[in-house]
């Protein structure tokens, strides 16, 4: 799969939830991997904001970024949108200290993204692919946030809340393309009882039915009541009238809790990769999903470059009969014995290192290692077949080193070692010069990396 960014720019206007503030908010298109960058158009210098886990700098009701005095809040539904329609690369200006809140869900920005559409770009989508399981708790709130091995994004959602209107529920996603219709336009909510505090902590200035879902669930005086209603600028009602209070109706019985999963998406933005994986979230909010993608990305920067997936089980793209058919090497120095995957500038290979290698006879008979010469010429083999497999004639070409640069060797190789090549294209192949960057794995573990370049030479014909 390829990246993939806006095919134009668009604009939403609207006041923001906490300032009250109107704001103009522009999505435009951004070149690979660009990411997401968050853009204030109304300060001096118009700076850019990074739009990673590590830049959050609060997430009191909402998800806030930050660098230096510079602040963006409530980012999570336009995030949200951003990821769960696959966009890789945008760049979002915006006049003012927050995103408008609309109608406090993410359905505008998915129309808009629908109306202008979306561009496939060259550059391979980046994805983190998860291997283990990666958990993190908060033991004093009961939240809890599982991300487990799948093969495509899914994500469960399962709330509890104090009130007899929202007890327990749970809202769950599939499939990335049942975003707009079964998530996107999931409203945000507040409880009655939180409202005051949050006025003042000069927070909602701008909330009002139409962008929220309001629960009156403890009952309290009419004349509190009263007052609050007025501070919110919304009409007065009968405090004995228990339930939720919106201009709109609920469109689904666990409307809050499917917006708590759209929150999720949008705070999972901020690890900066799509992911393959399953997260289960217990109790979600934003400080616990900031922290799991935290760690998220914590764990992508101890794996900076992941492993191809190796399941022996499968029947390889090439076998060693089409590997001599391509390549002119034979023992000792047939050094791939599959090819797992071909893709149009890549290719993952695999050898299995026995005991009974001949190298081992002599490097060394004591403590067997395979020479590191060898291994960059494994690497070099894997492109080859890259390169060969797509000439008409491969038999009558072949390939040779011109350069090997930036080699470095982590861990050594020892019989009963599995080694998985990775072999990329750093660029097309031009009058019969490739450039290629090459990765050795063992299990999850980097082995070996080298670049190189090679030239394609046709074979002289013997008379």
């Not at 109304?42 to 609060?58: F, K």
């Not at 409307?255 to 708590?260: F, L, N, Q, V």
């Not at 929150?263 to 900031?290: E, F, Q, Y």
Request: aromatic content about 8%.
């Amino acid at each position: 799969m390829k990246q993939k960014t806006l095919k134009g720019s668009f604009s939403l206007f609207g006041k923001g939830l906490h300032t009250g503030l109107n704001l103009t908010v522009t999505f435009n298109p951004a070149p690979e991997n660009t990411g997401y960058k968050i853009q204030r158009i109304d300060i001096e210098g118009e700076p850019v904001i990074d739009a990673i886990a590590e830049n959050v700098v609060d997430t009191q009701r909402g998800t806030v970024l930050g660098k230096g005095d510079v602040r963006v809040s409530t980012v999570e539904h336009g995030l949200s949108a951003l990821y769960a329609l696959g966009i890789d690369n945008c760049l979002i200006q915006v006049n003012g200290p927050e995103f408008p809140i609309l109608d406090g869900s993410a359905i505008q920005y998915v129309e808009k993204i629908n109306e202008v559409g979306i561009e496939e770009q060259n550059a391979p989508k980046d994805w983190y692919i998860i291997r283990k399981k990666i958990e993190v708790k908060d033991e004093k709130t009961g939240s809890c946030i599982t991300l487990l091995p799948d093969d495509s994004f899914s994500l469960t959602c399962m709330c509890s809340f104090e009130s007899k209107f929202i007890n327990s529920q749970f809202a769950t996603i599939d499939d990335p393309a049942k975003y707009p219709t079964e998530i996107a336009s999931a409203r945000t909510f507040v409880f009655v009882r939180d409202i005051e505090p949050l006025l003042q902590a000069n927070l909602i200035k701008g909330g009002d039915l139409d962008n929220a879902i309001v629960i009156y669930e403890r009952q309290t005086t009419q004349e509190r009541l009263d007052m609050l209603a007025d501070m919110l600028h919304v009409e007065h009602r009968d405090a004995n009238d228990l339930g939720y209070i919106q201009h709109k109706p609920l469109q689904w019985e666990n409307e809050c809790t499917r917006h708590k999963l759209l929150d999720v998406i949008g705070d999972m933005a901020l690890i900066g990769k799509p992911i393959k994986g399953r997260i289960i979230a217990t109790r979600p909010g934003h400080t616990i999903n900031n922290k799991f993608a935290r760690q998220v990305r914590k764990e992508i920067r101890k794996h900076e470059i992941q492993a191809p997936f190796y399941d022996p089980n499968e029947e390889p793209v090439m076998d060693v009969n089409r590997i001599r058919e391509l390549l002119p090497h034979r023992y000792p120095m047939q050094l791939v014995d599959k090819v797992i995957e071909l893709g149009a500038n890549y290719i993952v290979g695999i050898k299995n290192v026995t005991g009974n290698e001949p190298f081992f006879q002599g490097h060394f008979p004591q403590e067997p290692v395979m020479p590191g010469v060898l291994q960059v010429e494994a690497m070099a083999q894997c492109g080859g077949l890259l390169v060969l497999n797509t000439l008409e004639n491969p038999a009558e070409w072949s390939t040779y080193f011109l350069k090997i640069d930036g080699v470095k060797y982590r861990q050594k190789v020892v019989p009963g070692d599995t080694l998985i090549f990775k072999v990329e294209l750093l660029a097309p192949v031009r009058h019969g010069i490739s450039s290629m960057k090459g990765y050795i794995f063992v299990g999850d573990q980097v082995v070996a990396e080298a670049s190189f370049t090679a030239q394609i030479v046709k074979n002289k014909t013997i008379e």
